[in-house]
Nanobody, 120 residues
Framework: QVQLVESGGGSVQAGGSLRLSCRAS????????MGWYRQAPGKQRELVTI???????SYGDSVKGRFTISRDNAKNSVFLQMNSLKPEDTAVYYC??????????????WGQGTQVTVSS
């Protein structure tokens, strides 16, 4: 069974930084795209950023220039460096991985979510 475990959330003042980590474990054959999504209270879950297995990245307009995604394929891990945080970045952040598991199916897996709170 595949699990994604996140860490690194917390509370910070506007302008500060946080780094999120997510590690996938279990029977994993191949990890394709990995990414981060977020969901603020009363809003739909939105894409923050994704990174392909080859390292290509894309970002939501609201985080471009402030957030950086990276991954360590050897450790089945993805990271999100968040700088210049704003109160509107407050949300639960979810790690996502599309991977080939023991059933030989490409499946989306999700982490449990980690709270990020930015105060003004």
């Amino acid at each position: 069974q595949v699990q994604l475990v996140e860490s690194g959330g917390g509370s910070v003042q506007a302008g500060g930084s946080l780094r999120l980590s997510c590690r996938a474990s279990g029977i994993i054959l191949v990890i394709n795209d990995m990414g981060w999504y977020r969901q603020a209270p009363g809003k739909q879950r939105e894409l923050v950023t994704i990174i392909t297995s080859g390292g290509r990245t894309s970002y939501g307009d609201s985080v471009k220039g402030r957030f950086t995604i990276s991954r360590d394929n050897a450790k089945n891990s993805v990271f999100l460096q968040m700088n210049s945080l704003k109160p509107e970045d407050t949300a639960v952040y979810y790690c996502n991985a599309n991977l080939l598991d023991s059933r030989l199916r490409s499946t989306d897996y999700w982490g449990q979510g980690t709270q990020v709170t930015v105060s003004s």
